[in-house]
């Protein structure tokens, strides 16, 4: 049976992952900063406990990686939108790093510390998952620092796929679209069903080679 650790899955397209990947088969760490929350969303699932997880605190990151011996795959799922997060002109650089410090380097804080579990894993895969708004080729005005820290969670991505490649380690980005999150909001075009399709497939179903890309509804896109 292979494990998954997912973060930021006690609601949204977190949670709809860990359920699927438990319905798969899949014993789910479902992991959130928020003790009671994720403690009631993992109890309704089969197959999941939970773990407390902050991505920006090195000490969460530390005791919750001491509390797991094998890992297959990692979900960076965790991430904001900080209040406020409007107008690259007048951005308070200090909204631009929190962000950065959730997104990117939260992300690459788990990664690091998951990576000796991953290690032992025959297929091991981590899954960032970012968002068509951090695509250079695409870059507009919207949410300039969460777009900012999703291309730079991108770069992280590239620079794991590379190192972790003679490990056998698949590192890939995807997007999932814009869903009826709370993040998202009720107005997106996307259902939570419709915006995880794409993870669990890399999670699970995507072959192992592919590794270092950026992913939509299965197929490459542009970084
Ligand atoms: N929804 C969309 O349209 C959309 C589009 C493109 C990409 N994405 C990406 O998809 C992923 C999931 O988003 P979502 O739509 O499901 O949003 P969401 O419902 O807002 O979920 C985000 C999750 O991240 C958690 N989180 C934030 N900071 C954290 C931290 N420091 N430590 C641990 N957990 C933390 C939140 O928990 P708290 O309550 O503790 O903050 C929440 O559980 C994100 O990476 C997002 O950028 C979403």
Known sequence: MKTVLITGAYRGLGLEVARQLTERGYRVIL?????????????????????????????????????????????????????????????????????????????????????????????????????????????????????????ALNAVTCQLAAALKPHGIAVNSVCPGWCRTEMGGPGAPRSVEEGTAGIVWLAADAPQEKTGLFWRDREVIPW
């Open 31 to 151: 992991t959130a900063r928020k003790h009671d929350a994720g403690q009631a969303a993992a109890a309704k699932l089969k197959n999941a406990t939970f773990l407390e997880l902050d991505i920006t605190d090195a000490g969460s990151v530390a005791r919750a990686a001491g509390q797991v011996s094998q890992l297959d795959v990692l979900i960076n799922n965790a991430a904001i939108i900080a209040e406020g997060d409007a107008d690259i002109l007048h951005l308070p650089p200090e909204l631009v790093l929190r962000t950065l410090a959730t997104n990117t380097l939260g992300a690459l804080r788990v990664a690091q510390a998951f990576l000796p579990h991953l290690l032992k894993s025959p297929a091991g895969r981590i899954v960032n998952v970012s968002s068509g708004g951090g695509q250079l080729s695409e870059m507009g005005t919207w949410a300039p620092a969460y777009c900012i820290s999703k291309t």
